[in-house]
């Protein structure tokens, strides 16, 4: 039974999954970075880039937990770039390169039509323009059985969680504060939409928590 | 130089200090009461309520801490108590019984006059009806060059912090959901106002994070 799951979505103290004023230069927004910090020592992130090394204890078991058994993926038109509004040519193909760490379908939710992009190493993003459901249900056809990896941004997951549609969640609250930005939780009341804590461990730079859903 | 420091302060992961609706038999609200199930084993709490053992790791640590150069203590009304309004008489002096865990002056918020309340053990309730500011200078006065406890509720904690009065803070993470309730964080910006982590540690039941203001 494919699952929809949330990995490695990373949190600050008081809640916030991004700062404010996301654009080029800072793609998560100001501080945003911060609460990321946990994943960049890890091997799992370092073989993402293709660079050596790499930390191996508890956060790196977490960040390479989040890729297992992923056959699709979802996520908002906010985290695969700053453009906004109607696209305006093909130029932006996503933050990641050439080679994106997704290697298998990405299903990016967008008000504006736009052809599918395949890039190299098996990640084609595919734009889907009438809503969350669509998206799952696509993605759910492309995983093959396989669990689909619920991305972010914040407002993607917010929406996916308040219909009940997550069926795990993985948090890394990292020791940090951004003050403002995106709030993870602000009137989402996860206990009342079903959800427990399973697990809460701490890593080297970051709590990890995993919710599932009664 | 005495200063103002939040101990001991218990929140849930979604940032709730406390739950909904608060009475008499729940005076932390629903299922607030989840949120410092961390403090409840420790030999501090135990030592509080005359029980014998009880643990001596980290958790109990800081529970320990919380009490040490601690010369008067703020708190608000509804942290005092459940009744709400003008005080119908004398009865209610608080839910620790005969002799609270205060051993100083407590100055308790509230806008409806009341004498203060003698208790056993060098507790002394007193009632500032004049404001935060007001409170917090005749707790300096009371304490004697000691630092001043800032107990709750989150309502008070938020009212302190969005003045930038107070200088420390140690919040207790327990990882629960509370799903609604008071929010320590909404809409109160502590980078703003000055605050940074300074420690993060791991106890037993809890993540306990130091803030200073810079």
Redesign the interface.
């Known amino acids: 039974m494919s699952r929809l799951r949330i990995e490695c979505f990373s949190i600050s103290?008081?809640?916030y999954g991004a700062g404010l004023n996301q654009d080029l230069e800072n793609p998560l927004g100001r501080?945003g970075k911060a609460v990321h910090e946990w994943f960049f020592p890890t091997l799992t992130f370092n073989k993402m880039i293709g660079q050596p090394g790499g930390t191996t204890g508890i956060d790196n078991q977490f960040a390479a937990r989040g890729f297992e058994g992923v056959g699709a993926n979802i996520m908002g038109r906010n985290m695969f770039g700053p453009v906004r509004g109607p696209w305006q040519d093909d130029e932006w193909t996503g933050w990641w390169g050439a080679n994106p760490p997704y290697h298998s379908p990405v299903f990016v939710l967008t008000h504006h039509k736009r052809e599918p992009i395949e890039m190299e190493g098996g990640t084609t993003f595919y734009f889907v323009t009438d809503g969350i459901e669509s998206a799952l249900k696509q993605a759910k056809k492309a995983a093959g059985g396989k669990d689909i990896r619920l991305n972010g941004g914040v407002s993607v997951i917010r929406q996916y969680l308040s219909k009940g549609y997550v069926d795990y969640m993985h948090?890394a609250?990292s020791?940090?504060?951004?003050?403002?930005g995106e709030?993870l939780?602000?009137g989402?009341?996860?206990?009342?939409?079903g959800?427990?804590?399973k697990e809460?461990t701490?890593g080297e730079n970051a709590?990890h928590?995993i919710?599932e859903k009664l």
Chains 1, 2 share one sequence.
């Open positions: 103290l008081d809640g501080n948090l609250v020791p940090k504060l951004l003050g403002a709030n939780f602000a989402l009341d996860l206990v009342q939409l959800y427990v804590v809460s701490h709590t928590i919710f």
